[in-house]
């Protein structure tokens, strides 16, 4: 398997703009997780789905930005429109179970910059 | 509201020293504790995962021990190698019915050869 595979490795979009970061979890994996990493505030859950359901956005910062995953390979996040606070790395996980019993897999993220 | 805190926040060692880094958290009800490593623009890896009913976990050189009672945990790594340079993250799950990870911000390992 190739592991959590996310695209663009990076993004520079303009302020306003709409944004789309992909993601494709490893097969199998029931569980797929969406994190941003910043260095104000680290590592924050964003929202997590099991089997394509989401199960907890309440990470969601607002409605500008929302999620989707139309089948169990690929999952969105959308950002609409976009500023400069959500400057960020945006990371997709996956797992075979809810609290990574078996491990999590990273993908190598989406490193965006709005300005 | 749970917080989870590390330090240092970073660390610099010559290689072959043998090193702790240090995880605290505010609320003692926790499901597991698990610590990752992060390359630099790299996702995270998991290193070692400890249930809220253990003690400590190993898994090569590494060695993680939970004191739940105290909010606290340690990551032990043995005899340190210029490989081990890189972030390490601890972070909680607050029970069984969420996948919620609270992360701390990191220590940022550098082993000197």
């Known amino acids: 398997d190739a592991g959590v595979i996310q695209s663009p490795r990076h993004e520079v979009t303009e302020m306003g703009q709409e944004v789309t970061l992909r993601c494709k979890p490893i097969?199998?994996?029931?569980?797929l997780f969406w994190y941003r990493q910043t260095m104000m505030r680290g590592l924050e859950l964003l929202i997590y789905?099991?089997?394509?359901?989401?199960?907890?956005d309440s990470g969601m910062p607002e409605d500008r930005f929302s999620a989707k995953m139309p089948n169990a390979s690929f999952s969105t996040l959308k950002i609409q429109p976009s500023e400069p606070r959500d400057s960020a790395v945006y990371f997709c996980?996956?797992?075979?179970?809810?609290?990574?019993?078996?491990?999590?897999?990273f993908g190598s993220g989406t490193r965006l910059t709005v300005v | 509201k749970q917080e989870v805190t590390q330090i240092p926040a970073a660390l610099s060692v010559p290689e072959g020293e043998n090193l702790v880094l240090n995880c605290s958290f505010t609320d003692s009800a926790i499901y597991n504790l698990q610590w990752f490593r992060q390359d630099p623009g790299k996702g995270l890896t998991s290193l070692l995962l400890?249930?809220?009913?253990?003690r400590e976990q190993t898994s090569g050189r590494l060695n993680a021990s939970l004191d739940k009672s105290s909010g606290r945990s340690t990551l032990y790594i043995a005899a340190s190698q210029p490989g081990d340079s890189a972030t390490y993250l601890c972070?909680?799950?607050?029970?069984?019915?969420?996948?919620?990870?609270?992360f701390g911000q990191g220590t940022t390992l550098q082993v000197k050869p």
């Open positions: 097969s199998g994996h029931d569980y």
């Open positions: 400890i249930q809220s009913s253990q």
């Open positions: 996980a996956s797992s075979p179970d809810m609290g990574g019993d078996y491990g999590y897999t």
């Open positions: 789905f099991n089997n394509n359901v989401p199960i907890d």
């Open positions: 972070a909680v799950r607050g029970s069984s019915n969420t996948g919620k990870l609270i």
